[in-house]
């Protein structure tokens, strides 16, 4: 077997080089755990029954499994030593000790202890924390016997907070779960209406003065999503814009990070979508300042920012970057959740798309392929599909298509889709490889560019964003067939 498969060797790989040097200088250098990590990380021997001989050879008589439970729990007690700075594992650090003081009978130093946590975990708005202070509390209280009575009192606005975070959290991983399956919500009446009925839930359309701006964030974030999603930019980015304006009050605050990047993303998606270059190059560079920032502990953030240079490079045809962010991405792609890396493989394959380097891009469409198939994301393979048809029509492999085509339509009638822009993609690609000469061809592309600018702007959002748009590949392509035209005559 290959420790490659394993836990241990995963958290390996995502540490950060500064995290390594601490696990270096902190772990006992005389110990088999240690041995082990020597030989997979600097030795890079990876199949375990040659590691088995290697530690046997150092005396080592312990199995092979205990070396690796023991060595990921160094490394994690190594990693939480590191962030030392994190607020969250400090709080969950000093609850631990409240807990030692009450086993140990320190009624009044743990209470002591626990106000200060309390007070602190209020500043931070860490809500999903409040219920164990509580339980300490009212713990502590029971153990004295002198329960004030106002305890409950102060808790009450935490846990109704609690229950609004609760609900709103369910509303966006519901609304999420939709646009990470389906993207927008034009295709299915059905589900728009699902979630328009979600949005008139009490927590969307209820507010009062007492409210955290943490709740007041998380509606505006689910705005913003709902109106991306019904193809409402200027909603879509205003929602998001008073969201960060927001959040820009508490900088401090623990879900600081989490909430700027996904709001961030929004606003990078809404500029792709609607194909505002304009908005792009004007807020491209501060995007991409606070989300460098971010990146360093975030690595949702990290992938968001892979993501702006990407429509950066599309937008301007300046490829200079991209052996860089190709390069970073595939070294840190196993960190990132499932909706990044989808985003970002087709990301990479549309953008090699823009460099003219259609091979390349073929290969990172198969590496969509595979990973929309493995993560059941149909939307985004048919999408996939339907961009591989337009490359292998640029490449002149016109034997592939037919085949291409009939996987797609079987797709499509599967999931009872409908798509104009691929139907004229099949219709005038036909028309173009039957056409007799140049001149002909001209005329095709001309109609086909013609009858894609006449459909309705949501017909064709897919199709005309920054990061693919056939309207510019049309025209693209007219261009040259003129210049060569000419050059014949």
Known sequence: ????????????????????????????????????????????????????????????????????????????????????????????????????????????????????????????????????????????????????????????????????????DYIYYYIKDINFRITTLKENKKVRGEV???????????????????????????????????????????????????????????????????LLRNIIVSLNNFKRKDLLEQEGEKIIEELAELSETNFDALAALMQVKNLQMMSSNDFSELDSNTELFLKKQRLLGTDFRTMLLMNFALLFMKKGDFETALDWLEKVFRFCKKHEQPYKLLGARVISYWVHFRLGNYRILESLQLSIKRQMAGYEMTSEPYNYMVKYTRQYIQAYDTSEQIEVLEKWKKSFNELPFTDKMHFNVISFSFSDYLEEMIENHTAAKVKTL
């Not at 312990?62 to 190594?78: A, N």
């Not at 009624?107 to 209020?122: G, H, M, P, S, W």
């Not at 002198?146 to 609690?162: G, L």
């Not at 507010?207 to 019904?230: D, P």
């Open 196 to 262: 328009e009925s979600l949005l008139q839930d009490p927590v969307m359309t209820e507010t009062n003065s007492t409210e955290s701006n943490l709740i007041k964030i998380k509606r505006h974030n689910i705005l913003s999503l709902y109106f991306l999603m019904i193809a409402d930019i200027d909603k879509s980015l205003k929602s998001a814009y008073e969201a960060i304006g927001l959040l820009n009050e508490f900088p401090t605050a623990e879900f600081y990070s989490d909430m700027k990047t996904l």
């Open 1 to 168: 077997m290959d420790i490659r498969q394993d836990v241990v060797f995963k958290i390996l790989q995502s540490m950060t080089e500064k995290e390594e040097k601490f696990f270096v200088k902190s772990a006992r250098k005389n110990t088999f755990y240690f041995n082990l990590y020597t030989l997979v990380k600097k030795k890079n021997i990876f199949d375990q029954k040659r590691l088995i001989k290697e530690l046997e050879k150092a005396g080592c008589k312990q199995p092979l499994h205990k070396l690796k439970s023991y060595l990921k729990t160094e490394i994690i007690q190594s990693l939480i030593d590191y962030n030392n700075d994190n607020v969250e594992i400090n709080v969950l650090k000093q609850l631990s000790e409240i807990k030692v003081l009450i086993l140990k009978g320190l009624y009044d130093e743990a209470t002591n202890t626990l106000q200060t946590v309390k007070a602190f975990v209020i500043e931070k708005g860490l809500f999903h924390i409040m219920p164990a202070i509580y339980e300490m509390d009212y713990k502590l209280g029971s153990l004295k016997m002198d329960i004030d009575p106002k305890v409950f009192v102060d808790y009450k606005q935490c846990f109704e907070d609690n229950l609004v975070n609760y609900r709103l």
